[in-house]
């Protein structure tokens, strides 16, 4: 089972800032890497593939920490009504 | 063969007008020739073997669906009775099959057990023959047992048993083959001897018995015993004559046995006259005892008349007693008599009277019978003398005799009456013993329980004594130990109020120190172990400091302000988000709006300050709430900070909630410090 994220709040927020700098920034490398392996000559598009997946994967995952911070901070707890 | 070049296939040069230059030429491979040449297709080459056929699974697959689908319905079966009642009737081996499967009736071991024994017994009737002997089994009738005739019995034991005494049959001529030995007739004469011998000898002791019987009684006369001796007789009588009957019969029987010897015997001369001497001797001893039993049985006759005699005369005097005076019995020893003694004496002295006669007579006409004896003996002078000389000795003996039994009756009876005054003395003085030794004792348990009594009294005064001054000892030491008690008190609790205030007042310094997480476990267990056991406001206190305190440790103060610097920053920049979380643009844009927006830096309104108002902080939104608490947490009242940041709603109070509930522990722990201190304070105050 991975690591259950107990992280803070903070931790969360300012962590988003990173991860979106890096995820964007590593995503462009590789597509433009990927791109200049698989196609002749300089191509632009891979890198913009590359940079919007990882807009797109860091988008999820700080949307996804931030919220599950918050929806565990007050879990609306399931109440199952006795049956008679 | 046509070759075009390729610009010609170009499109755009077919659609436009141009000159075509074509060039065709035309090869022939081979040379012509005048004959019609037959040419021969080259033969296709062959077709190539068509692929194997692919592997068909389906016989597998099939079964193993086929499989699956019974399992599945046999599990169905079992779970559903319905199912399962409708199977017994429609298809009972699926039914079965089902039982086996699933260990109904029996484990799969003893089933396999039972198909085994089942096949073995199908090959066994099927395939043996049927005259083999079966195995026994419990239904078969038992084999007809065949009866063993008990043999024969044996009728005739050897000869010996034949009876000799049946007359050598009369109707038969005499020469008859005698096959006795002289051994045998030896033997049977021994036995019929010593019958006969045995006989008469029985019946002369029995005589010589009755006569002493009868001596005896008339020695020591009583009226019962007399009664008895007619019994005697009537025993004597049968058993002589029992015994005669077979004695005689013995006699016989040996004069039978003569015959043998006369017909002739197996055996040597010698033997034969040995036998015959054998019985001679025999028949001499019967006839000795013979005559013994005829001397004895005549004198018992006689006795037999005389004491029938007496009885007589003792019955009738007795009777007319009995009938004169109804209170005599005789059979009684003592006599009661309340009637006139002097008739009974009267009447006892005519019967002497009588008797005293009759006996004179009898005596005179016996003395008459002696001297006409005397008469018939020889008359001479010696003889007349040496009959008299015999006469007195005999006479002197007799009487001498007479003297003797007297004397001894005369002692007997004397001792007797000695024993009875010794017996009943004795008897006597046992009684008074008896008496004696219960008056004894009698006096001996009253002594004692009169003494047990003074005892016991003495006693139980000196116990109260004593015991009045055990329990004055005991009240005053009492009274020492109450003092000591409360004294001792009083110093355990003056040390423990000061061990407390110790362990209260590190608590508190521990709030104040300078790590993010400060460890209080040791200050806590100090303030447990210096309360004691029973101090229950420090136990209360103790359960108020929350668990995280003691797992995660204490934030105190200065880190405290420092991280709410940090928490106001995040939760003014999510302060448009709610609290089950958005979608990142809000996120954004709730960012920028905390970038775009001031702070006020100085103060909140003066009422506020002046009077801190109740919990509802309904018209402060975010910003106004953190500014607030902003403020009490510079002026250092932590508690009004933690109100103000407990208002927060949304994601601004998720992201406040760590740095809240920090506080709120460190709150808490101050004041539980601050509650034992002041509780310490109050107790050594008590005890000052």
Known sequence: MPKPDNRDFDERYTACFVDFGLKIATGLLIGSMLGGFFLRGYRRWPMFIGGGLGFGMAYSNCENSLNNYLLAMDPKSCVIKKQP | ?688
């Open chain 2, 1 to 688: 063969m046509f070759r075009i070049k390729n610009n010609l296939l170009n499109i755009t040069n077919i659609l436009r007008r141009q000159q075509v230059e074509i060039q065709a030429l035309k090869i022939c491979q081979y040379p012509r020739t005048q004959y019609k040449v037959q040419v021969r297709e080259p033969c296709p080459p062959k077709p190539p073997p068509p692929p194997p056929k692919p592997k068909d699974d389906t016989a597998f697959w099939g079964a193993l669906t086929v499989i699956c689908i019974t399992g599945a319905f046999a599990v169905i079966a079992k779970r559903s009775p319905e199912i399962r009642d409708w199977l017994i009737i429609y298809a009972p081996w699926f039914d079965d099959f089902i039982a086996i499967a699933y260990e109904e009736n029996m484990t799969y071991g003893e089933f396999a057990r039972k198909c085994v024994e089942d096949v073995k017994n199908f090959v066994y009737t099927t395939i043996k023959d049927d005259n083999k002997p079966q195995p026994c089994s419990m239904d078969q009738s038992q084999k007809p047992v065949i009866p063993i005739t008990p043999q024969p019995e044996v009728e005739d034991k050897k000869g010996e048993s034949v009876d000799p005494d049946k007359p050598i049959c009369v109707d038969k001529p005499e020469p008859i083959v005698v096959t006795k030995t002289t051994c045998e007739i030896v033997d049977r004469l021994k036995d019929l001897g010593n019958e006969a011998l045995s006989n008469y000898y029985t019946a002369s002791t029995a005589c010589s018995l009755y006569n002493q019987i009868v001596a005896e009684t008339m020695q020591n006369f009583s009226i019962p015993t007399l009664k008895e001796l007619r019994n005697h007789m009537i025993e004597r009588l049968n058993l002589v004559t029992e015994s005669i009957q077979k004695a005689e019969q013995a006699t016989a029987d040996i004069e039978d046995l003569t015959r043998y010897l006369e017909c002739g015997l197996k055996g040597t001369k010698e033997e034969v006259e040995n036998t015959m001497t054998l019985m001679k001797d025999y028949l001499q001893q019967i006839k000795t005892s013979c005559i013994l039993y005829q001397w004895e049985n005549d004198k018992s006759i006689v006795l037999d008349d005389q004491w029938q005699k007496v009885e007589h005369l003792i019955d009738k005097y007795a009777g007319e007693n009995e009938t004169m005076f109804p209170e005599i019995k005789y059979e009684q020893n003592k006599l009661q008599f309340q009637g006139d003694l002097d008739l009974l004496l009267y009447h006892t002295n005519r019967y002497t009277q009588q008797l005293i006669v009759e006996l004179k007579e009898a005596v005179v006409g016996m003395t008459d019978r002696v001297s006409r004896a005397f008469e018939t003996l020889p008359q001479g002078d010696n003889e007349r003398k040496n009959r008299e000389s015999m006469m007195q000795s005999v006479l002197k003996q007799k009487r001498t005799e007479l003297d003797n039994e007297f004397k001894k009756r005369q002692n007997d009876q004397k001792l007797a009456n000695d024993k009875l005054l010794k017996d009943s003395l004795k008897k006597q003085l046992e009684r008074h013993q008896e008496i004696m030794d219960a008056k004894l004792k009698e006096k001996e348990e009253e002594a004692t329980s009169r003494l047990n009594k003074l005892v016991s009294e003495k006693v139980a005064f000196e116990k109260k004594m004593f015991a009045k001054q055990l329990s004055e000892m005991a009240e005053k030491l009492k009274d020492v130990e109450d003092k000591l008690n409360v004294r001792l008190k009083a110093e355990s609790e003056t040390k423990r109020s000061q061990d407390l205030w110790i362990a209260g007042s590190s608590l508190l310094a521990a709030t104040k120190k300078g790590e993010p997480y400060v460890n209080v476990n040791k200050e806590l267990n100090a303030i447990e172990k210096a309360a004691g056991a029973g101090d229950q406001l420090v136990t209360t206190v103790l359960k108020a400091v929350p668990e995280s305190i003691r797992e995660n440790g204490l934030v105190p103060e200065s880190v405290l302000k420092a991280k709410y610097h940090q928490m106001e920053k995040i939760a003014l920049k999510v302060a448009l988000i709610e609290q089950d979380g958005a979608p990142l643009p809000v996120y954004f844009l709730s960012w920028l709006q905390s970038t775009l927006l001031f702070m006020k830096i100085s103060g909140i309104p003066q009422e506020e300050v002046d009077k801190m108002p109740e919990e509802p902080f309904k018209d402060l939104d975010t910003f106004d709430l953190l500014q607030r608490a902003r403020f009490w947490m510079e002026r250092g009242n932590l508690a009004a900070a933690i109100r103000y940041v407990n208002s927060l709603e949304g994601a601004s109070k998720a992201a406040a909630a760590s740095w809240y509930d920090a506080a709120r522990s460190h709150l808490e722990t101050r004041q539980a410090a601050e509650a034992v201190i002041a509780h310490a304070a109050a107790i050594g105050v008590q005890y000052i």
